[in-house]
């Protein structure tokens, strides 16, 4: 009955003690202190996590089980048995509804606007214009939420079907803030303590260029001409001002969900559910893709289709045993900003950038005119085959099973347009006119801002940024190209736990689990190799014990020693594993649950009547399965699957300074780079990684204990303390050994 903003049934966790966040969104949530990798959450046994991004967007349930669809949900926060360990400390199950022989079904429409609410604070004391005193307008909510269920027989006493359907559309605005250039720097003219510099004619003086490039010139113009669709503060900082506006924004989301269940026998039953999502978020305002500045061309959307099925058979095989086996999978692919075009960063009216992605924020961090440029989609999928086995035996309920995961993963990325960034480059020319001498008085940060300004408003290229992706032949790159790339990794277990009820108000749990998870393996010939020799290079790993922090830097800053060989990158071949297997995975579990009381005095007082509390106790170790990212942020960043194909000074093929924009035009053009890819492949620039696996990387996991009392006080109350602790160990971290003590 609790009131839930979005009806999403796993925002109901976030009340749940040791379930905790620092801003409010559960998302950014912990569980008693755990990493995300640690949370398990599932929906008819499917995990149903963003199996991409699972090491740190674990609180994130990609597909949505709705209120209305779910008939259970249960939360296991620490030291729970060897048959909820799987793939982490901490197990969220929902199971959907099943319909029943009686036709059951609900409807409702929620309604949210606007005029229902208060303005925010920001609108109203700090986004005010300045000539009218007028805030700025509140955001606008337009979202109808419509939705039904229903459920009954098909068959009676046979077959039976539930039925979830609920969407969201939410046409709306945001308030964006955004920082531009005051009038004045618009012009050139450079103010601080010490006065007004007029940066062109300086520029004159002194031999340099001295028009402001005529890009730049029209982007500022169309800048200033949408600020009076928003509201303009001036800052205390001559040179910036801060401009805010609202634009639409438009998001609508389905919910279907449904579950078959059909009775073979009286002794084997079929279900089979399945639940679908499909986002369409124009703009993508959770990935910042909306629009910098009104009727600016460039913006993005996320599309996203997210799917869960299982199919599952439970058998009564005797009157003391049950087993159920199951199958199914999850994944659908998150496209985003798949309408992103060519022709949105040039060849038009307003906003043209000549085909470049144009940056400017070098001075002050002004807003650049694009949000960005970089489309991308992926695909993290699950494939899970499970058994279980229940036995009553005597005193004792025994419990068998076993699981397989396969978790899978593709990648698209591209750079659409080159990034040319404005600033100053190392040795450019006009750097000698930026003294005290022209600017009396001024400080090191105002000969900074002048000279970012001179720069950017002279169209003075600091660097020219491209990438060069190899192609589906794994051999050929493609300068501005998409690249692919694609893993695949198995994680498998088996289980056995016994709950023994050794007198009727002492029960005893102990368990057992072993997990092995595979080393990942790349499905196509997209990535490059590196290890950890590669890392250090002519250096040499020295004294390196992997996983150290005291040991870690090998001969590292130790001039003059050179115990190793060059950096050298192979071909990840299409199933080649990437480190050992870990084996040695076993996760006991061990737990008690004591009911007691007292018939009389202080004891009664404190633990009531026999029957009235009960003392739990336990610990277990849960083995985890982090996400896919793990793996393709690691062989994705070396180079293979795409090289730099950046001009700027660190490469050493910026060009003549100055190089200028002048106009979109000039010597813009991509570096000479090879588009072959060839292995043993060195290392290609000086902005490269080398990144690498410890090769005999070991499964991370949690252990975890909590001793606790119940107390009944009434017949509808009862009071709960508990202790509990966590350790995680083995975290897997990427450690940059570009910062010697990071």
């Known amino acids: 009955s609790l009131p839930v903003v979005g009806r999403g049934a796993f925002e109901l966790v976030g009340y749940m003690p040791g379930v905790a966040t620092t801003t409010g969104s559960l998302r950014d949530g912990t569980v008693n202190g755990l990493p995300q990798s640690a949370v398990n959450i599932t929906l008819d046994g499917m995990n149903i996590q963003d199996n991409y991004a699972k090491s740190w967007d674990g609180m994130f349930t990609r597909v949505s089980p709705r209120l209305d669809a779910v008939e259970e949900v249960t939360v296991s926060t620490a030291a729970q048995g060897a048959d909820m360990g799987s793939q982490g400390a901490a197990q969220v199950r929902f199971v959907t509804r099943s319909g029943t022989n009686r036709f059951q079904g609900s409807a409702y429409f929620y309604y949210r606007r606007d005029w229902m609410n208060t303005n925010t604070w920001f609108n109203l004391n700090r986004n005010v214009d300045a000539v009218t005193g007028k805030p700025t307008a509140k955001p606008t909510i337009f979202q109808d939420q419509p939705g039904f269920r229903i459920g009954g027989p098909i068959w009676k006493d046979k077959a039976f079907f539930f039925v979830n359907y609920e969407w969201i559309s939410s046409p709306g605005s945001r308030t964006d803030t955004r920082t531009i250039m005051s009038p004045l720097s618009e012009q050139g003219k450079f103010q601080y303590a010490g006065g007004t510099v007029d940066l062109m004619a300086l520029a004159a003086k002194n031999g340099h260029a001295s028009t402001i490039d005529p890009v730049v010139a029209k982007l500022l113009a169309d800048v200033r001409s949408t600020t009076g669709k928003g509201t303009v503060t001036t800052t205390i900082d001559p040179l910036t001002q801060s401009f805010a506006w609202q634009q639409s924004t438009e998001s609508t989301t389905t919910y279907p969900t449904v579950r078959l269940d059909y009775n073979i026998t009286s002794n084997h039953r079929v279900t089979g559910s399945g639940t679908y999502n499909h986002l369409v978020s124009d703009p993508d305002t959770t990935n910042s893709m909306q629009r910098t500045f009104p009727d600016f061309p460039v913006h993005g959307k996320q599309d996203s289709e997210r799917y869960s099925w299982q199919l599952s058979m439970r058998s009564t095989l005797t009157s003391s045993m049950v087993n159920e086996v199951r199958f199914g999978r999850t994944g659908g692919a998150t496209l985003f900003y798949p309408d992103l075009a060519v022709d949105m960063y040039g060849n038009s009216a307003f906003g043209d950038m000549k085909g470049y992605a144009l940056s400017w924020s070098n001075f002050k961090s002004i ?168 890392v250090f290079g002519v250096t040499g790993p020295g004294d390196l014990t992997v996983g150290s922090v005291v040991s870690g830097l090998g001969n590292l800053y130790k001039p003059g020693t050179f115990q190793g060989s060059p950096t050298q990158y192979t071909m990840l071949e299409s199933g080649t594993k990437t480190f050992a297997t870990d084996w040695n995975n076993v996760a006991p579990s061990i737990g008690a649950a004591w009911t007691t009381g007292a018939e009389g005095g202080f004891m009664r007082t404190l633990l009531g009547a026999p029957g009235d509390s009960v003392i739990r106790g336990g610990y277990n170790i849960s083995y985890q399965r982090g996400g896919m990212s793990d793996m393709t942020e690691v062989y994705g960043d070396n180079p293979g699957i795409l090289i730099d194909a950046t001009r700027n000074t660190t490469n050493g093929n910026l060009g003549t300074l100055p190089v200028l924009f002048a106009g979109g035009g000039g010597n813009l053009g991509a570096p000479s780079v090879p588009l072959t890819r060839v292995y043993p492949m060195a290392v290609p620039s000086a902005s490269s990684n080398v990144r690498a696996f410890d090769p005999n990387i070991t499964l991370p996991y949690a252990g975890t204990g909590t001793i606790g009392i119940q107390r009944k006080l009434s017949q509808n109350i009862s009071l709960e303390a508990r202790y509990i602790r966590t350790d995680s160990v083995g975290s897997w971290t990427l450690r940059n050994l570009a910062g010697a003590l990071n």
Do not use: C
């Open 367 to 534: 807003t650049n005119t694009y949000p960005g440029s970089t489309p991308s989609s992926r695909e993290g999928s699950t494939m899970v085959i499970e058994d279980t086995l229940n036995w009553l035996k005597g005193k004792h309920a025994l419990t068998f099973g076993g699981s397989a995961t396969r978790g899978d993963v593709w990648a698209k990325n591209q750079r659409l347009v080159p990034t040319v960034t404005l600033g100053f480059a190392t040795g450019d020319p006009a750097d000698s006119m930026f003294n005290t001498t022209n600017f009396p008085g001024a400080s090191s940060t105002d000969i900074t801002n002048a000279r970012n300004l001179y720069m950017i408003l002279a169209g003075r290229v600091q660097s020219i940024t491209r990438d060069a992706r190899v192609g589906e032949d794994g051999e050929q790159y493609n300068i501005l190209g998409q690249s692919l790339q694609k893993g695949r990794l198995w994680q498998v277990g088996a289980f056995v736990q016994d709950s023994w009820r050794w007198k009727p108000n002492f029960t005893i749990n102990a368990g057992l689990r072993y997990e092995v998870q595979l080393p990942f393996r790349a499905l196509n010939n997209s990535y490059s190799f590196a290890d950890m020799d590669d």
